[in-house]
């Protein structure tokens, strides 16, 4: 199986399934992780992308489907096997070895001579190298946090899998490891693997997200691409915030959309649209506009006809930097806007207020799509994730 | 080390001084209940065992009586004597080879009934405590019938031809290790499950993400981690397999006769105390020179 531990090349994931009982966890999975990139798995809990990257890993076995990387089909083999690592979520370190023999193990059972080097400077990447003769129980989360993945990086692996690794550290520390992460796969230049439910992680960090659902992958793309063009509502909800409501197209010419509802006409650009949307004069349309580009304010400020929606302000939150508000529309949906804090005054709660956005800031999806898919598990990790 | 930790406590904490008294006074206070038992029951018996061991037989007396004296004689002339010696050897031999029969036993049933046993694990675990609910004696007793001429081990050996029909397993010094093995294979069997059930099972699978395959897992991993079970499930049965007299006075013959036989038989056939006094002694004092041994060459202080 020497020519496993040896593949090399893109990770292929061929219509991969895993199913428990009557359970799709994972339902025909196809996607390609191109070598050396950093490739994020988004998703809240149950989504499906844990059992993927174990099947990645070797520690699941796909129901059907394909695993492959490069030409070499790894589907059947061990995870002892495949020249793949794995950071665990708990870390997962041995209580009994100390930190060198911790980053050794991997090493010692491939009957690699020489460690000394390799697995001091392995300590050296993450910063503990005056750590080694430690146990793992007199390290913090964050020191242990790094050892696993000097003990996975040390191998130089294909792939290396990130199993929500920086979910038990606190928010300072958790930025700190995102940074240092990156650094580090831009020096190994690996192939990374990252699970996450936390958004902003996977966008500070990732060069391609997929974002997955019920087991399936809602869409992939740059951070950026997802977060301006979702394609669907989940990942408009669940990759920060939007504020959607339906209209109705009323034209359509080469470059704009014009779509209405009983408070407003709105103008949208054809290229802001998701793909497979139909339209069609008087079909059904979701306009989403995220917060940030919302401008609120008490006086109408775009003069056109376009692009306005009136509302009266519910909450108020001041946070330095911008304010955010929640804002009663007329039609009754609750929107969020950021104001940037660049010396107004806040709007305090109870005032009428006009809400507005310019023409290219709003994006469409199909009008079939459910107006609240994403957001309920969105802000179910509010409080833990961003 | 608890009790230092709670002096050490009690010392920089703050309060009124009532309060602080009656914080330093707790930690004695619990010991009290288990001082006053270890006391009464333990460092009195064996204070009264050392004087007896050193009694020498009242001149003209009758069987049985003795006056206190303080001469280390006994201790000499018994040790001296092959038959004690050949017992104690033989009790050493006997344990060692029951603790090794119980971790072959016990180690993978624990094993089974910790990662395997799935939603029979309660089930198991039951199964392995049952026997405590019937009497030692009679258990052991059962062991004849068991491993007698006649009895359902020698039928099925013989039966697949390992044994003839003039092969007899009781009583003998195999049948006194088969009845210790058993008797104490739940006290090997449960401290190895609680290491193996406290064991994270994401470390077997991170040793397998590392290229180590199941065998090199189990030795590098697994077993190290729950070698402080292996420890105490040794001593557990090791320590009172020394000095049981049951199994080799209820499964054995003259040939197979322990220490604690010849103890039982000096105390109360040949009302011979400072002898049985002077041999308790000795048992004592070999066990917790052998068993500091064993726990110093384990290492397992810190992990125990």
Redesign the interface.
């Known amino acids: 199986m020497s020519d496993v531990l040896t593949a090399t090349g893109n990770v292929k994931l061929k219509g991969l399934r895993k199913v428990y009982g009557d359970f799709a966890a994972v339902q025909n999975l196809d996607l390609e992780i191109p070598q050396g990139s950093f490739f994020a798995l988004l998703g809240p809990s149950g989504c499906g992308k844990t059992t993927t990257l174990r099947m990645i890993a070797g520690l699941d076995e796909p129901t059907s489907g394909q695993v492959m990387i490069g030409e070499t089909d790894i589907t059947h083999t061990k995870s002892f096997q495949r020249p793949v690592n794995t950071v665990f979520q708990n870390y997962a370190l041995f209580p009994h070895m100390d930190i060198f023999e911790n980053v050794a193990f991997g090493l010692r059972r491939r009957g690699q001579k020489d460690i000394d080097k390799s697995v001091t400077d392995a300590l050296e990447l993450v910063q503990l190298g005056h750590l080694a003769k430690r146990k793992p129980g007199q390290m913090s989360g964050g020191q242990q946090q790094r050892i696993a993945l000097a003990r996975a990086i040390v191998n130089r692996p294909q792939v290396l899998l990130l199993d929500e690794p920086l979910g038990a550290l606190d928010l300072k520390l958790r930025r700190q490891m995102q940074l240092e992460l990156k650094r580090i796969q831009l020096e190994v230049g690996l192939t990374f693997v990252h699970v996450t439910h936390d958004q902003e992680e996977a966008m500070t960090m990732a060069d391609t997200i997929a974002v997955m659902n019920n087991g399936v992958i809602e869409q992939l793309g740059a951070p950026t691409d997802l977060y301006e063009n979702p394609q669907t509502a989940f990942v408009a909800n669940f990759l920060g915030q939007s504020n959607l409501f339906r209209a109705t197209i009323d034209s359509v010419d080469a470059d704009n959309i014009v779509a209405s509802d009983k408070d407003g006409r709105y103008l949208l650009s054809r290229k802001r649209i998701a793909a497979g949307t139909d339209l069609t004069v008087g079909s059904k349309l979701l306009v989403g506009i995220r917060p940030e580009k919302i401008s609120v304010s008490t006086h109408d400020q775009l003069s056109g006809e376009f692009n306005h929606q009136t509302g009266t302000v519910r909450d108020a939150s001041f946070f330095g930097v911008s304010t955010q508000y929640v804002i009663d529309t007329a039609s009754g949906d609750h929107w969020m806007a950021f104001e940037q804090n660049s010396g107004g005054t806040v709007i305090s709660a109870g005032t009428k207020v006009f809400a507005t956005w310019k023409p290219e800031h709003a994006f469409g999806l199909p009008g079939s799509e459910d107006v609240l898919a994403g957001d309920a598990v969105a802000s179910e990790f509010e409080t833990t994730g961003s | 080390m608890a009790f230092a930790h709670a002096l050490g406590d009690s010392s920089t904490s703050s309060g009124a001084p009532t309060t602080k008294a009656k914080r330093k006074l707790t930690p004695y206070l619990l010991l009290l209940p288990g001082g006053l038992w270890l006391g009464i029951f333990f460092v009195i018996p064996i204070f009264i065992l050392f004087m007896t061991a050193l009694q020498t037989p009242l001149p003209d007396g009758l069987p049985g009586q003795y006056i206190q004296t303080f001469t280390f004689s006994n201790f000499t002339e018994v040790l001296s004597r092959p038959q004690f010696l050949d017992a104690l050897r033989r009790s050493f031999t006997y344990a060692s080879l029951a603790t090794l029969l119980a971790l072959a036993i016990g180690y993978p049933l624990a094993y089974a009934i910790a990662f395997k046993a799935g939603k029979y694990k309660n089930i198991m675990l039951i199964m392995v405590i049952a026997p405590f609910f019937v009497s030692f004696i009679l258990r052991t007793i059962a062991w004849r019938q068991i491993l007698g001429d006649e009895g359902p081990v020698l039928d099925v050996m013989r039966f697949i031809g390992l044994a003839s029909e003039t092969t007899s397993v009781y009583p003998s010094s195999f049948s006194v290790v088969a009845g210790l093995a058993y008797n104490f294979l739940p006290f090997m069997t449960l401290p190895i499950y609680s290491s193996l059930e406290r064991m994270?099972v994401?470390?077997i699978?991170?040793?397998?993400?590392?290229?180590?395959?199941g065998l090199?897992t189990f030795r590098?991993?697994t077993l190290?981690?729950s070698?402080p079970g292996v420890v105490a499930g040794t001593l557990l049965t090791w320590i009172p397999s020394a000095g049981d007299y049951i199994n080799a006075s209820l499964l054995g013959n003259q040939r197979t006769t322990m220490i604690g036989n010849v103890i039982d038989s000096r105390f109360l056939g040949n009302v011979d105390y400072p002898t049985a006094a002077v041999l308790s002694f000795t048992l004592m004092l070999s066990i917790l020179i052998l068993v500091s041994l064993y726990v110093r060459r384990t290492g397992t202080d810190e992990?125990v």
């Open positions: 994270d994401r470390l699978e991170a040793s397998g993400d590392l290229y180590a395959h090199t590098k991993v190290p981690i070698l992990l």
